[in-house]
């Protein structure tokens, strides 16, 4: 079994920034199987979950959304077990409701991810 807790979240005003740690616990130790890859994915009121940033545990590689480059960032510490998201001048339209996943693959469909957290609540306000 796969655990994924999230935090970090909260009140923010436009232009602040934010740093969401997502800690994994459970099956993750060899990290080439169904949690090879984490991600962070958010969700607003009456919208899809949409895809926000992905890392491998193994070599730390990267892949971000188009819309968020050069505002947030994902990183991982693997002795903490720990994935982030560095989040930067941030904007009233990035509220949201924002989830850690693992994936086998690095990928930005949110069906192939398999394992989910809560997720930690982001506001963004004017």
Do not use: H
């Not at 740093?19 to 949690?35: E, F, H």
């Not at 819309?67 to 949201?96: C, H, W």
């Amino acid at each position: 079994q796969v655990e994924l807790v999230e935090s970090g979240g909260g009140l923010v005003q436009a232009g602040g920034s934010l740093r969401l740690s997502c800690v994994a616990s459970g099956r993750t130790s060899d990290r080439t199987s169904d949690t090879a890859v984490m991600g962070w994915f958010r969700q607003a009121p009456g919208k899809e979950r949409e895809f926000q940033a992905a890392i491998t545990w193994r070599t730390g590689y990267t892949t971000s959304a188009p819309s968020v480059k050069g505002r947030f960032t994902i990183s991982r510490d693997n002795d903490k077990n720990t994935v982030y998201l560095q989040m930067n001048s941030l904007k009233p339209e990035d509220t949201a409701v924002y989830y850690c996943a693992a994936s086998p693959s690095l990928t930005p469909t949110a069906g192939d991810y398999r394992y989910w957290g809560r997720g930690t609540q982001v506001i963004v306000s004017p």
